[in-house]
Nanobody, 121 residues
Framework: QVELVESGGGLVQPGGSLRLSCVAS????????MGWYRQASGKERELVAT???????KYANSVKDRFTISIDNAQNTMYLQMNSLKPEDTAVYYC???????????????WGKGTLVTVSS
């Protein structure tokens, strides 16, 4: 059974940095792509950044040049380095993964439960 577990959220002052991690536990799969999404209170979930296993990345305009997504394929772990954080970055951050299984399961998509990031002085 595959599970995505996020960590690294917390309270940080404006201008500060945090690094989020997402580990895909389980076996028998290869990572196709992973991504971070966030949902602020009262708003819809939005894409933050995505990356293929080969390192092709995409970012929301609001986080370009501040956030960096990366995947360690050997450790089945994705990271989001967040710098120059702003109060508007406050949200629950969710991990998403598209995984390929060699058996009958084929391609499946998973979501983590989220980790809260609060940017406030």
């Amino acid at each position: 059974q595959v599970e995505l577990v996020e960590s690294g959220g917390g309270l940080v002052q404006p201008g500060g940095s945090l690094r989020l991690s997402c580990v895909a536990s389980g076996r028998g799969f290869e990572i196709n792509a992973m991504g971070w999404y966030r949902q602020a209170s009262g708003k819809e979930r939005e894409l933050v950044a995505t990356s293929t296993s080969g390192g092709s990345t995409k970012y929301a305009n609001s986080v370009k040049d501040r956030f960096t997504i990366s995947i360690d394929n050997a450790q089945n772990t994705m990271y989001l380095q967040m710098n120059s954080l702003k109060p508007e970055d406050t949200a629950v951050y969710y991990c998403n993964a598209g995984l390929y299984f060699a058996d009958e399961r084929g391609y499946l998509e998973y979501w983590g439960k989220g980790t809260l990031v609060t940017v406030s002085s």
